[in-house]
T-cell receptor, first 107, second 112 residues
């Protein structure tokens, strides 16, 4: 059965304290790995798509990487405004979402 | 502004009272989809549509109906809502099924 697992479930960081979020996937026929950011009460907002192992993409303090079994979202020197839930999703013939990592960055 | 809109944003209703949640996109996307989001379960697909008049079941279609008569609109219909359909619902669209999906702001539904 296709599955996407995110860890940790929740993460508290001090401003400036870099860390990584993990998304491991077991799917057949991966077409792409998506990362979304979701703020409370809002819809997921697209961040990145990764298509092949070894690919990396960056946007401001975020960098996403992909291997054959997992993806990482690295957050460098986070700020309080980076606080949100980060979702990853594996695209096969549909999008299979993980349950997310709730990130809190405090000053 | 390119966007996906949903209405209503919040809805409290009673068991058995038919309701419709509307979804509209202004990006001329062919693919549209409905998801529900529940704590600990993540986003799960209810129904999707590859194009006008083409719809198909997702992972949790029971108790829901959809229609796609126009490219821009994809309403979600609950003909006899039950309390287990209390959830946060999102509509999404993309140019094609394999492209990045863009999500609406969500509809929080409570069924008493």
């Amino acid at each position: 059965e296709d599955q996407v697992t995110q860890s940790p479930e929740a993460l508290r960081l001090q401003e400036g304290e870099s860390s990584s979020l993990n998304c491991s996937y077991t799917v057949s026929g991966l077409r792409g790995l998506f990362w979304y950011r979701q703020d409370p009460g809002k819809g997921p907002e697209f961040l990145f798509t990764l298509y092949s192992a070894g690919e990396e993409k960056e946007k401001e303090r975020l960098k996403a990487t992909l291997t054959k079994k997992e993806s990482f979202l690295h957050i460098t020197a986070p700020k309080p405004e980076d606080s949100a839930t980060y979702l990853c999703a594996a695209h096969t013939d549909k999008l299979i979402f993980g349950t997310g990592t709730r990130l809190q960055v405090f000053p | 502004e390119a966007q996906v809109t949903q209405n209503p944003r919040y809805l409290i209703t009673v068991t058995g009272k038919k309701l419709t949640v509307t979804c509209s996109q202004n990006m001329n996307h062919e693919y549209m989809s409905w998801y529900r989001q529940d704590p600990g379960l993540g986003l799960r697909q209810i129904y999707y549509s590859m194009n006008v008049e083409v719809t198909d079941k997702g992972d949790v279609p029971e108790g829901y109906k959809v229609s796609r008569k126009e490219k821009r609109n994809f309403p979600l219909i609950l003909e006899s809502p039950s309390p287990n359909q209390t959830s946060l619902y999102f509509c999404a669209s993309s140019p094609l099924a394999t492209d990045t999906q863009y999500f609406g702001p969500g509809t929080r539904l409570t069924v008493l």
